[in-house]
């Protein structure tokens, strides 16, 4: 199989030729933020909004943004481009850069900047017609959530124990309180309420997260960001998982129990169609 053509450094080059000194502060320290674009049809997804919160993240670990929203534009478009433009994943990491091993920030490092693609693998029929099991566990992870960090093995671990339960995704509680899954965004339907959390340091903003909300509002479903207990979680209609691979994925067995009808609940379907749609408008713009 070819290798996919990435982004290093200012050069385009093939995957298996694409290489970093260990002395990287990602590698040494997890010292980088990351995110993951989703392209349709040759077209970045929510492009400017994924770059806002690119730069969010940035500025909170203090790491100089190495490009203009221009340039930033112009190379995730040539890496789609060169990887046959179609449906992809686009993943874009930045670290603190190259430096002899110091806890303090380097004063001379460049930031490493590696953007590669991935084929979009939609999700599995399957889970659409009869959705997914989730466990619930406590949120062991540190105090800065909505910073998209690269140091990702408190959600590894977390993801783990929920796959060795036959579990799609552990969603997570701090202080009996839902904050977001291992690797994605929480909704619950109580009486026909769309209810998420609210946006603070303990989850990340998640750009589907953020559609959900914003068609929810457009289209006239009851929609909420509020506090969603345990127990609210446990006696909810439906729950979805949202990410930006995952799309709008529902939940119909929590902790081994049914999720409402044990089957994808009627707002999940109206939000999943509107979901979809929206996308093809994006095929569909010049």
Request: proline share 5%; aromatic share 6%.
């Amino acid at each position: 199989m070819a290798s996919s053509t990435v982004y290093l450094n200012g050069e385009f080059l093939p995957l298996d030729k694409a290489c970093v000194p260990v002395l990287d502060r990602g590698f040494i320290f997890g010292d980088g933020v990351y995110e993951v674009i989703p392209v349709y049809a040759g077209k970045a997804f929510r492009l400017q909004h994924h770059l806002q919160r690119l730069k969010n993240s940035m500025q909170a670990v203090r790491i100089t943004n190495p490009h203009t929203d221009e340039e930033w534009n112009a190379i995730i478009n040539e890496v789609v481009t060169r990887n046959n433009d179609g449906d992809q994943s686009i993943y874009l990491q930045i670290t603190r850069g190259v430096a002899r091993r110091d806890h303090r920030f380097p004063g001379d490092a460049t930031p490493t900047v590696f953007v590669m693609s991935n084929l979009f693998d939609p999700v599995p029929k399957q889970q659409l017609e009869n959705g997914v099991n989730a466990i619930t566990l406590d949120d062991i992870r540190w105090q800065y959530c909505s910073i998209k960090s690269i140091a990702l093995l408190p959600n590894i671990l977390l993801r783990q124990q929920a796959v060795e339960q036959g579990a799609a995704e552990a969603i997570l509680l701090r202080n009996g309180e839902v904050t977001e899954g291992a690797a994605s965004n929480v909704f619950i339907v109580k009486d026909g309420i769309i209810i998420t959390p609210p946006k603070t340091d303990c989850l990340l903003p998640g750009i589907t997260r953020d559609l959900v909300v914003e068609q929810a509002h457009e289209h006239g479903l009851a929609v909420k960001e509020a506090n969603i207990k345990q127990t609210e979680l446990e006696t909810a209609d439906e729950i979805w998982l949202t990410s930006s691979t995952k799309e709008i994925l529902p939940v119909t067995k929590l902790n081994g129990q049914a999720v409402g009808s044990s089957k994808p609940g009627t707002v999940w379907q109206k939000m999943y169609a509107l979901y979809q749609a929206y996308k093809q408008t994006l095929r569909q713009s010049a």
